[in-house]
């Protein structure tokens, strides 16, 4: 059996006890992967070091080999927190007007890309599948395929992929594009962002594209296809169940005395829509001031990417708005909005969950969004909590049976939040039995098992076919 490469920005060590929470669902799911085929999983520390020499620090960690190489300060700032966090998540979220064009930014990309290549290309064995993820990486494989590898090499995009009128704006887009169609299999959440990117490959690129994704491209087939991700859902329902999931549970609905529970749970990203749901729920509470005092708002939001100035401000501006917001509506024995910045475990975030009677999830673009399946998979079927979700989550194309709305329209989403309240018990549990459904089903062992069989065998008969336009 080949072994599997996974190569992306960060890497996550697998605690050495084993400790259960410790990694998120798609670190736990790479790992047992990697448990499963042997192999390694490089990328960057996260560390930084005067002068970039390519020491790799390879660990065992619980079954699962890690190597990592440290960068330099100028690396993270051009590759990191310019071209990838600067230019490609904002351009990739539909967000033009942060999306930052600098020169240095793509060279310091490329160059990253190059030590990537040059420290994990000597790692990599003949018969290896290589499985590279994220917007960090887009050129790795044709770097790797410089330096002679066959290996078939697989690429899964987390992000959304923008329309081609909006990535036309990149400087270099071709080439960037171009590049990775060096790997044999390319991956994103969902049909609609593999749509998009097909759509740039035949108006943009001119290439043929066939009726099943694949993409002829300098004598080679490129097969491209959606694997929407998911949770690890037998340990995230394992997780609601546990003693501190329940403490937390308890916690949370002693504290709001009855009222009803509004949560959401987002790092802090302006593609996340946080600002926007502040502002629905402050419409709310001013168009529905008989039902205001019976409601409360926790918005957990642990900050992200703090080096990068949009994000300074959005930190500044959602302050400002919840402050706002309290300051117009509270009373000395009720604040509507409790805006948390940290992290939670994950037991602890699963008691918040259950206790919450609406999971509002409404970012204004997002690549998939498991904070919607993890609400979800928290719920008591029995008496279970309202999902309102954006329809620009990659997620939405799944949970068709949550309250889908438009998170740039604070009155709809205001609407809807009465909707959810009003909503009788048995409409709750006919639309909360349909989703929970689909996220069991969709888990994220499934996820990796579905792309390393199609990685392994693009052509195989199981590599379902899809619709292109
Ligand atoms: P993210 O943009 O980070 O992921 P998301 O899919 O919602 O978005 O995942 C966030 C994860 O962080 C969830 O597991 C959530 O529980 C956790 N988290 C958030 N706030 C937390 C807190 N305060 N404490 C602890 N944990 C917290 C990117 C893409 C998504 C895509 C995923 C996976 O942007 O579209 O779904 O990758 O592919």
């Known amino acids: 059996m080949s072994r599997l490469i996974v190569i992306s920005n960060r890497v996550s060590v697998p605690n050495p006890m084993g400790a259960k929470g410790a990694q998120g669902g798609l670190a736990v799911a790479l ?3 990697l448990r499963e085929y042997g192999g390694i999983w490089f990328g960057w520390s996260g560390q930084e070091t005067d002068e970039f020499t390519g020491h790799l620090d ?28 600067r230019t490609l998540w904002p351009l990739f979220h539909y967000r033009i ?13 490329e160059r990253v890309n190059a030590r990537f290549a040059d420290n994990v290309a000597p790692l990599i064995e003949q018969d290896d599948l290589v499985w590279i993820h994220d917007y960090h990486l887009l050129p ?11 290996n078939q090499i697989g690429l899964f995009l987390h992000t959304p992929w923008p329309p081609a009128r909006l990535l036309v704006t990149l400087p270099f887009h071709e080439r960037l594009v171009t590049s990775m169609l060096a790997c044999d299999v390319i991956g994103f959440q969902t049909e609609e962002w593999l749509e998009s990117f097909l759509h740039y490959v035949r108006k943009e690129l001119e290439l043929p594209v066939s009726d099943d994704g694949s993409i002829e491209y300098e004598g080679r087939t490129v097969y491209a296809r959606a694997f929407p991700i998911g949770i690890d859902y037998d340990d995230f329902v394992e997780g609601a169940n546990s003693p501190e ?18 949560i959401g749970v987002d790092r802090l990203d302006y593609s996340k829509g946080l600002g926007e749901r502040l502002d629905s729920f ?19 939001a642990p900050p992200s990417r703090g080096d990068v100035a949009s994000y300074q401000q959005i930190r500044e501006d959602l302050e400002r708005k919840a402050g706002h917001i309290n300051g117009a509506h509270a009373d000395v024995a009720w604040v509507p909005i409790r805006y948390v910045n940290r992290g939670y475990p994950r037991t602890e975030l699963a008691g918040f969950y259950r206790a919450a ?11 998939m969004n498991l904070v919607a399946k993890e609400y979800v998979a928290a719920q008591n079927p029995d008496d279970p909590g309202v999902l309102i979700l954006s329809r620009f989550a990659g997620a939405a194309l799944q949970l068709s049976d949550a309250l889908l709305v438009n998170p740039m329209s604070a009155d709809e989403v205001s609407e809807t939040i009465k909707h959810a309240i009003d909503m ?4 709750r549990k006919e639309r909360h039995a349909a989703l929970l459904a689909s996220v069991r089903d969709e888990h994220v062992g499934k996820w990796t098992d579905d792309f390393i069989a199609v990685l392994a065998n693009p052509v195989s008969e199981d590599a379902a076919p899809l619709e292109a336009e």
């Open 357 to 367: 009677d609406i999971g509002l999830v409404t970012p204004l673009r997002d690549g």
């Open 245 to 262: 999931a329940t403490a937390a549970y308890e916690k949370l609905r002693k504290s709001t005395r009855g009222r009803k529970v509004l």
């Open 282 to 300: 402050g419409r709310f509470l001013t168009v529905n001031p008989d039902m205001a005092k019976d409601v409360v708002m926790l918005q957990i």
């Open 140 to 150: 790795l494989a044709s770097l790797l395929r410089q330096k002679g590898l066959k």
């Open 424 to 427: 009788p018990l048995a409409e």
């Open 97 to 109: 007007d942060l999306t930052e064009y600098d020169r240095n930014f793509g060279e310091g990309y």
């Open 31 to 33: 790992s047992a992967a």
């Open 58 to 85: 390879v660990q065992r960690n619980a079954g699962v080999t890690t190597a990592t190489i440290d960068l330099e300060a100028q690396d993270v700032d051009e590759y990191y927190n310019g071209y990838a966090n």
